[in-house]
């Protein structure tokens, strides 16, 4: 190697590490709940199994064969026969969905053992392995050929933001299959990060932050220390003025105030998330409670201010950034669907950590309102930007040509800046380490779907649980015992904050179940089952009257589910803009869609100057009808269409 280091003095390098009994994306070193992964939680059907089986046959392979097409494959190969140069395709960022789609597919392995899957880890990691310097580093934009150097724009070049998309792989095929090249890869790469970036070395960070949660997880996954510490070194080097200023200000990339001090989450959404996922990360593994209730502090004021009702996160196409407090437009809203997955990653350690179940709570909104609205059906074409207001339907899609708009109103195959198919992939694949907890004196279970969760309990004490349900159309949830101790345990379920009347049934008898976490304790026997019953019929949501975007409109919820209003159910798409809903009528289901009672002003025709010293309504309001309201995750998947969750309510009085 180019500084004297060889293979062998790598560390771990003479040991060959087995996979996890229980892989998962998240294993903190310690924490209030302990998370189960993709060995002791398997999801059967439902909502989120067929989509996982979408993933698994066809996003993955569609994602591999983009990336062939586009020639962010070749990348590495160019490099690996000296070919590269200023002309190589793809943003410098490019090498990220490479990593991402292994990382998707070594996850899919643990779930469902997949061929397919475990052949394409093996195609891309002889790829990547060809293309890695003998020093560690490893990127096909920078530092070949007539390339710019190494690490000459870590504003924008973005390598520490894709090596660490591929310690992220690496941790995952360490925790799916043990050590083998694609680990031998990461460990190289994160030993030279650590050699350039450490105490002695360029005491520099990158614009992207990202290399932080690789080197963390992956730390863990191998016992290397030095890792977690190298991610706090970078989390500590942030927020001082380290990049150089761009016009979108340092704040862009989180550099304008450290995190320790940071009030809120601002700048580029994914960026901020993923710094702070890296920061829950590093002060659990090293006690650091100032860090992590700095984060806390942060999520609490960017939920209660800069969220959408979607879960979605991001409020200014200009940064794909935060907005400021309040700054909520449903029709600029931009809500990058990597924000979502990213928004998702932050909460569930937070919660891991804390027990704050209004951290599941946003985990399940954003999960059934961006995650599982961004893919078609059939797991070949995109979302990127998650609008809450589509004025007009949106142009055909091109299912053959590379879309160069985020925000195009229909989904894509693919994108010029296509991280956001690889996200899903990655979270998809992995979704069942997001489900179910342990401690030591039980299980809880925190997102309802149809499966199997079992779990060790100390003591070698063995608990299995059937869970059977057809959530979220239905809102009944049932626990069914399959294998107990003989000493007693305790089974928690989360009850929504939305959930207001729930109720739980066991040996016959009902109590209330308050919003929260409620806790079952006994001694149980094979066989037993626990019925919680979610009230998941539609319900009327108003907005804070600060979110002034949106002040005078009413949403309808069902569930989990966030319901809109698509210009297809209308009998022209321009009605769209003059419709109000009567909030006096509450929504009632009808069929697969919810239905509310609405009218429509005439559509004016002409030019004329849109303003008006008349105070009042039009004369003619239309007559008052039926309109039927769908899941926002469905929008958009009959044809091009126009679309509002927020629906202006009539004033009355």
Request: hydrophobic share 40%; net charge neutral; with cysteine.
């Amino acid at each position: 190697m180019t500084d004297g280091t060889t293979q062998a003095d790598l560390p771990g390098a003479a040991g060959r590490r087995g996979p996890s009994a229980d892989p998962a994306p998240v294993r903190p070193s310690h924490g209030v709940l302990r998370p189960l992964g993709l060995a002791q939680v398997r999801i059967d059907g439902g909502f989120w199994g067929a989509r996982q089986q979408v993933n698994a046959v066809a996003t993955l392979a569609h994602c591999e064969s983009w990336m062939e097409r586009v020639g962010w494959l070749s990348n590495f190969d160019r490099v690996t026969d000296g070919t590269t140069g200023p002309d190589r395709p793809g943003w410098p960022f490019s090498d990220s969905e490479v990593y991402k789609l292994l990382e998707a597919l070594c996850w899919e392995t643990a779930r469902s053992a997949s061929p397919a899957a475990e052949a394409a880890i093996g195609r891309l990691t002889a790829r990547i392995a060809r293309a890695q310097d003998p020093d560690g580093y490893l990127n096909t934009c920078y530092g070949h050929g007539d390339q710019p150097p190494r690490y000459s724009d870590l504003e924008g070049g973005h390598e520490l933001y894709n090596t660490g998309h591929l310690l992220q792989a690496a941790t995952a095929r360490l925790r799916t299959r043990g050590a083998d090249e694609l680990v031998e890869i990461g460990r190289r790469a994160a030993e030279h990060v650590c050699r350039t970036f450490g105490a002695h070395g360029r005491a520099a960070i990158c614009g992207h932050p990202e290399i932080e949660l690789g080197l963390v997880e992956f730390g863990r996954a191998l016992g290397e220390d030095r890792y977690v510490d190298q991610a706090r070194l970078f989390l500590d080097r942030r927020g001082h003025g380290t990049l150089r200023d761009i016009p979108l200000g340092r704040g862009y990339f989180q550099d304008d105030v450290p995190i320790r001090q940071a009030e809120v989450w601002r700048g580029h959404a994914v960026r901020a998330l993923y710094l702070s996922a890296a920061a829950v990360d590093v002060a659990v593994d090293r006690g650091d409670d100032g860090l992590l209730a700095a984060v806390r502090r942060q999520w609490r004021r960017t939920v209660a201010r800069r969220t959408f009702i979607t879960g979605g996160m991001g409020s200014r196409h200009q940064d794909e950034g935060f907005g400021d407090d309040w700054e909520l437009p449903p029709d600029r809203a931009y809500c990058e669907t990597c924000a979502g997955v990213a928004s998702i990653m932050v909460s569930w350690r937070l919660f891991l950590a804390t027990g704050d179940t209004r951290h599941t709570d946003l985990i399940e909104r954003t999960l059934y309102n961006v995650v599982a609205t961004s893919p078609s059906g059939d797991g070949t074409a995109f979302f990127y930007a998650n609008p809450l207001h589509q004025r007009l339907p949106g142009p055909p899609a091109d299912g053959t040509q590379v879309s160069p708009r985020a925000e195009a109103g229909t989904r894509a195959a693919w994108f010029d800046v296509s991280c956001c198919p690889t996200n899903l992939a990655r979270t998809l694949a992995s979704l069942a380490g997001y489900v179910a907890t342990s401690d030591d004196d039980g299980l809880q279970i925190h997102q309802y779907l149809p499966g199997t969760v079992r779990v060790t309990l100390p003591g070698d004490q063995r608990v299995a649980v059937r869970v059977v349900t057809d959530y979220p159309a239905d809102g009944t949830v049932e626990v069914h015992v399959t294998a107990t101790p003989e000493r007693p345990w305790t089974l928690s379920l989360r009850v929504p904050a939305w959930a207001g009347g729930a109720w739980l049934v066991v040996d016959g008898q009902v109590r209330p179940a308050e919003p929260g976490q409620v806790g079952v304790r006994r001694r149980w026997r094979t066989g037993d089952v626990v019925r919680l019953a979610l009230p998941v019929g539609p319900r009327l949501t108003w907005p804070d009257p600060r979110i002034d975007a949106v002040r005078g409109c009413v949403a309808v919820e069902r569930g989990p589910e966030v319901l809109c209003v698509e210009s297809r159910d209308l009998a022209a798409p321009q009605l769209l803009s003059t419709m109000e809903v009567d909030p006096a009528v509450l929504p009632v289901q009808a069929g697969d869609a919810v239905h509310v009672r609405a009218r429509f002003a005439p559509v004016p025709s002409g030019d004329d100057w849109p303003y008006t010293s008349a105070a009042g309504e039009p004369a003619d309001r239309g007559d008052w009808a039926d309109v039927p309201l769908r899941p926002y995750h469905s929008w958009a998947r009959r044809g091009p269409s126009g679309m509002r969750i927020w629906l202006p309510a009539v004033r009355r009085g």
